[in-house]
T-cell receptor
Framework: EAQVTQNPRYLITVTGKKLTVTCSQNMNHEYMSWYRQDPGLGLRQIYYSMNVEVTDKGDVPEGYKVSRKEKRNFPLILESPSPNQTSLYFC????????????FGPGTRLTVT | AQSVSQHNHHVILSEAASLELGCNYSYGGTVNLFWYVQYPGQHLQLLLKYFSGDPLVKGIKGFEAEFIKSKFSFNLRKPSVQWSDTAEYFCAGLTGGGNKLTFGTGTQLKVEL
């Protein structure tokens, strides 16, 4: 089954404690992205990757890092989380073969206290 | 900069009423537009997309959208809504060489019995 998986689905942490949210896709897609969803703001892109070892900033990259060492994985790293990073995070992937339709993961709800 | 705007933030309808949700985009060049739906507690699912050709696009679950280039609009329609259509709806435009989706702020639709 074609899918994008994220882990964990729910996470409560404290300010400053480094965390990683994993994302994996099994569709051999070239493009992967991270978005955050906040009430009244819709989804905003954090980082994206056009292929292995190629990443770039989206609209709201501050406080986040990413890496793309393998085509299927695109982890999101918060090295020193702060309360304003409390949000719902979605990973997405797309490729030429999917007509650029982005497939979304189930989301990770992060709370930083 | 490209942007996507949705004017209706909250819509309440009775079952069997007709639906039209507004979406406007502000960029030129090649236009690829999408409507996504997010049911409560779930991830985003693609309703329909427009890349080229017939400006009237039909999607899943009886939804359709019309691309009107002169009005920079891509409004979503459904002739008769059901209670199960209660969800949040997002319009999005594809830019950045096929990787970046710019989302509108979303429209929360509630359908009452």
């Amino acid at each position: 089954e074609a899918q994008v998986t994220q882990n964990p689905r729910y996470l409560i942490t404290v300010t400053g404690k480094k965390l990683t949210v994993t994302c994996s896709q099994n569709m051999n897609h070239e493009y992967m992205s991270w978005y955050r969803q906040d009430p009244g703001l819709g989804l905003r892109q954090i980082y994206y990757s056009m292929n292995v070892e190629v990443t770039d900033k989206g609209d709201v990259p501050e406080g986040y890092k990413v890496s793309r060492k393998e085509k299927r994985n695109f982890p999101l790293i918060l090295e020193s989380p702060s309360p304003n990073q409390t949000s719902l995070y979605f990973c997405a992937s797309s490729g030429l073969g999917s007509g650029y339709e982005q497939y979304f993961g189930p989301g990770t709800r992060l709370t930083v206290t | 900069a490209q942007s996507v705007s949705q004017h209706n933030h909250h819509v309440i309808l009775s079952e069997a009423a007709s639906l039209e949700l507004g979406c406007n985009y502000s960029y030129g060049g090649t236009v690829n537009l999408f409507w996504y739906v997010q049911y409560p507690g779930q991830h985003l699912q693609l309703l329909l997309k427009y890349f080229s050709g017939d400006p009237l696009v039909k999607g899943i679950k009886g939804f359709e959208a019309e691309f009107i280039k002169s009005k920079f609009s891509f409004n979503l329609r459904k002739p008769s809504v059901q209670w199960s259509d209660t969800a949040e709806y997002f319009c999005a435009g594809l830019t950045g060489g096929g990787n970046k989706l710019t989302f509108g702020t979303g429209t929360q639709l509630k359908v009452e019995l």
